[in-house]
């Protein structure tokens, strides 16, 4: 165990896979949870919970099944999150970006910090949402990736090491924004649009970012989070994990529920931009992810957004369906962004702001 001093030595683009490579036992003082923050035992009840998050079928979703549609939507509704089998995105696909971003991540830490995290463009390596210096650490590294639109994105931002992780992500991005865009075709479909391309044609030029997570063990789990917790800003967000740690749990009925996951399955969620789209029938849950003392995991998250440009505000279908007015303002995309990125992640604190007290 080193001194307090060293203990407390830590700066923004610290590595916690280099803290626990040095020192398994060490927990720097800005990685402590205050007592009502930290990730408490999983009680039985979560467990029960966790078997009942809904497990969807993406082909029978695609080929109209009415029952599958059905339970899309009371999945949106009822847990906001939902994983996929039978999504097409080859085993092989998974497997090659899990590689490359583990072996990333093993590399020194002089070495990542060749792709310094650029805030204003959202990509890069090192820790994002940091907004005061006495701010409690998430115990993970991550590595953002800006995917599309492609000219968006700084190629010297994307790791040169290892050769093959650059092609895995672009690869595997490709094949998430297909899933994305069949998703969007069924979501259109359950909010009563009149086209399958009604959700895809209102959000423009879809943006899609990607954050990878390299949780690191931890001797103690309990007095640390691996990410705080958040809601997405995105349309929808697509989780992939392929080893079967758990790591992320959600708020279901006023407590955290472990995701368990099925192998090879996607996890989806709704964001912040689709429950305002939907005038909050979808929710926008929020989540964290929890470490282990015994198994390291890595996750990819990739943000599905509208454009900067486009406007969203409830649709009238869905306003038709409810037969009640909007409870969510208009807002640009783009600002609705810019005032979330400069704080830290609360909770769902952010799209609540968006909810009008006019009506
Ligand atoms: C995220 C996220 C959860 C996880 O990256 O936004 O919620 O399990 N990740 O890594
Ligand atoms: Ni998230």
Same mark, same amino acid.
């Given at each position: 165990?080193?001194?307090?001093?060293?203990?407390?030595?830590?700066? *923004?683009?610290?590595?916690?896979?280099? +803290?626990?490579?040095?020192?398994?036992?060490?927990?720097?003082?800005?990685?402590?949870?205050?007592?009502?923050?930290?990730?408490?035992?999983?009680?039985? +009840? #979560?467990?029960?919970?966790?078997?009942?998050?809904?497990?969807?079928?993406?082909?029978?979703?695609?080929?109209?099944?009415?029952?599958?549609?059905?339970?899309?939507?009371?999945?949106?509704?009822?847990?906001?999150?939902?994983?996929?089998?039978?999504?097409?995105?080859?085993?092989?696909?998974?497997? #090659? +970006?899990?590689?490359?971003?583990?072996?990333?991540?093993?590399?020194?830490?002089?070495?990542?910090?060749?792709?310094?995290?650029?805030?204003?463009?959202?990509?890069?390596?090192?820790?994002?949402?940091?907004?005061?210096?006495?701010?409690?650490?998430?115990?993970?590294?991550?590595?953002?990736?800006? =995917?599309?639109?492609?000219?968006?994105?700084?190629?010297?931002?994307? /790791?040169?090491? /290892?050769?093959?992780?650059?092609?895995?992500?672009?690869?595997?991005?490709?094949?998430?924004?297909? =899933?994305?865009?069949?998703?969007? @075709?069924?979501?259109?479909? =359950?909010?009563?649009?009149?086209?399958?391309?009604?959700?895809?044609?209102?959000?423009?030029?879809?943006?899609?970012?990607?954050?990878?997570?390299?949780? /690191?063990?931890?001797?103690?789990?309990?007095?640390?989070? *691996?990410?705080?917790?958040?809601?997405?800003?995105?349309?929808?967000?697509?989780?992939?994990?392929?080893?079967?740690?758990?790591?992320?749990?959600?708020?279901?009925?006023?407590?955290?529920?472990?995701?368990?996951?099925?192998?090879?399955?996607?996890?989806?969620? =709704?964001?912040?931009?689709?429950?305002?789209?939907?005038?909050?029938?979808?929710?926008?849950?929020?989540?964290?992810?929890?470490? #282990? %003392?015994?198994?390291?995991?890595?996750?990819? @998250?990739?943000?599905?957004?509208?454009?900067?440009?486009?406007?969203?505000?409830?649709?009238?279908?869905?306003?038709?369906?409810?037969?009640?007015?909007?409870?969510?303002?208009?807002?640009?995309?783009?600002?609705?962004?810019?005032?979330?990125? @400069?704080?830290?992640?609360?909770?769902?604190?952010?799209? %609540?702001?968006?909810?009008?007290?006019?009506?």
């Amino acid at each position: 165990m080193g001194s307090i001093d060293e203990a407390n030595r830590v700066d *923004g683009s610290d590595s916690v896979l280099d +803290i626990v490579k040095k020192d398994p036992s060490l927990i720097p003082q800005k990685y402590l949870r205050s007592e009502e923050e930290r990730a408490k035992d999983i009680v039985d +009840i #979560s467990l029960k919970y966790s078997s009942q998050i809904p497990v969807l079928d993406l082909s029978l979703l695609s080929n109209g099944d009415k029952l599958e549609l059905e339970k899309l939507d009371k999945a949106c509704e009822e847990w906001g999150f939902f994983q996929v089998i039978n999504h097409g995105i080859t085993e092989e696909v998974l497997q #090659s +970006i899990h590689n490359g971003a583990a072996e990333f991540f093993k590399l020194p830490v002089e070495e990542k910090r060749k792709y310094p995290y650029d805030p204003t463009t959202l990509q890069g390596y090192g820790i994002h949402y940091t907004v005061s210096s006495d701010q409690v650490l998430d115990w993970s590294d991550s590595i953002m990736f800006r =995917v599309c639109p492609s000219h968006l994105r700084k190629p010297e931002l994307w /790791p040169a090491t /290892p050769p093959s992780f650059k092609e895995a992500v672009e690869i595997y991005s490709a094949e998430v924004k297909k =899933v994305a865009k069949k998703l969007f @075709g069924s979501l259109s479909f =359950v909010m009563g649009m009149e086209k399958e391309e009604g959700l895809l044609e209102l959000q423009k030029e879809l943006q899609i970012s990607m954050r990878v997570n390299y949780y /690191p063990t931890c001797s103690s789990p309990d007095k640390v989070l *691996g990410l705080s917790p958040h809601s997405d800003p995105s349309s929808i967000t697509i989780l992939m994990q392929n080893n079967d740690t758990i790591g992320l749990q959600i708020r279901h009925d006023g407590g955290w529920v472990p995701v368990k996951p099925v192998p090879n399955s996607l996890i989806i969620n =709704v964001g912040d931009a689709l429950e305002i789209l939907s005038n909050g029938k979808y929710k926008s849950i929020e989540h964290r992810a929890v470490t #282990s %003392e015994t198994s390291t995991r890595i996750s990819f @998250g990739t943000f599905v957004s509208p454009d900067n440009e486009v406007e969203i505000e409830p649709i009238k279908e869905i306003l038709n369906m409810q037969q009640k007015p909007a409870t969510y303002k208009k807002i640009k995309y783009g600002d609705y962004l810019t005032t979330i990125m @400069g704080k830290k992640m609360h909770g769902k604190a952010h799209v %609540e702001d968006y909810k009008s007290r006019a009506h």
